[in-house]
């Protein structure tokens, strides 16, 4: 793979489960041998450097803090030089976590942890951070709030950064840029919605989503259209019969029968369309990609 981030610039690599996320982040970080290639950071070779060496803060989904030491403590061990007492105060600013400094980790919730494990990894000075499913062990109640004050990182660190997580909506909250990857392999990359409106591969369709990309074969072409753009109404222009409803709090999702395949739709969770109804669907044009069936390359 090729991948290039830019200082004060958040790359995002989402994928299902064993793609090779975190083995890509161990091995920027040092911590696994890469059999051939090339890793620069701040304009130099760091491959053959050791983990000390590299300047690579990792941040794990286990946040690895000192249970015996303060959150204080925790975060003064992460500084290089053991230095200024302001730049430990800036770090817990900027992570949110000034508040309880003289508290042992096992009395923080989860995402208060990882906040630490953060501002721990930022005041080793690093030359990019890499964070490897951070919310993976947070309260899903909380995690958007928890995204939400990461972004907090960049009022102190302006190096790139390298965000991993199989939630795609996650990486589009955080990214610059999107990186799909699965099997080892760099499907697709570049602007978050770009990635997702229009991926360049079916791949990439089916990764992203909280349901996949349908897909249908018409005409010796494959069409790809996301359930959100399915347009549902009396006259649309492809005839179907709803076989089965899911409520998904303010939506639902139909799956939808119909001579091109099975569609699903999503609409709002008030329509009254339940299974065996006959309903008629819309593709808009602007809204339909199409791969070729061979090469499953976007056209």
């Avoid at 803090?65 to 430990?88: H, K, Y």
């Avoid at 909380?142 to 990486?171: K, N």
């Avoid at 899911?246 to 119909?258: F, K, N």
């Amino acid at each position: 793979m090729t991948l290039s981030v830019a200082p004060a610039r958040t790359l995002a690599v989402v994928g299902p489960s064993g793609a090779g996320k975190s083995t890509l982040l161990k091995a920027i970080a040092g911590l696994v041998p890469i059999a051939a290639g090339r890793i620069a950071l701040a304009g130099r070779a760091i491959e053959r450097l050791p983990p000390q060496e590299r300047r690579a803060a990792l941040v794990f989904q286990d946040d690895a803090l000192i249970a015996t030491m303060s959150v204080r403590d925790n975060l003064r061990f992460g500084m290089r030089d053991r230095g200024p007492s302001e730049r430990l105060a800036s770090a817990a600013r900027a992570l949110h976590v000034s508040g309880f400094l003289d508290r042992r980790p096992r009395e923080l919730s989860g995402g208060e942890r990882q906040r630490v494990a953060i501002a721990r990894a930022l005041l080793s000075d690093p030359h990019a951070l890499l964070l490897d499913e951070p919310l993976a062990h947070v309260d899903p109640a909380l995690r958007r709030a928890v995204r939400a004050e990461l972004l907090g990182v960049r009022a102190f660190f302006d190096g790139p950064m390298l965000y991993v997580t199989h939630d795609h909506a996650e990486a589009m909250g955080v990214a610059d840029e999107l990186a799909v990857l699965i099997d080892g392999r760099i499907e697709d990359c570049g602007e978050p919605q770009r990635v997702y409106d229009c991926p360049r591969t079916i791949a990439t369709a089916r990764a992203l989503g909280d349901r996949p990309m349908n897909l249908l074969t018409h005409a010796g072409e494959l069409l790809g259209i996301r359930p959100e753009r399915v347009v549902v109404g009396a006259h649309g222009a492809i005839d179907g019969e709803v076989v089965d409803r899911e409520p998904s709090g303010p939506d639902a999702y139909l799956c939808v029968r119909t001579a091109l395949g099975d569609v699903i739709a999503r609409v709002d969770a008030a329509a009254t369309i339940g299974a065996g109804e006959r309903v008629r669907l819309d593709f808009p044009d602007a809204w339909v990609r199409r791969f070729d069936p061979t090469t499953r390359v976007a056209r």
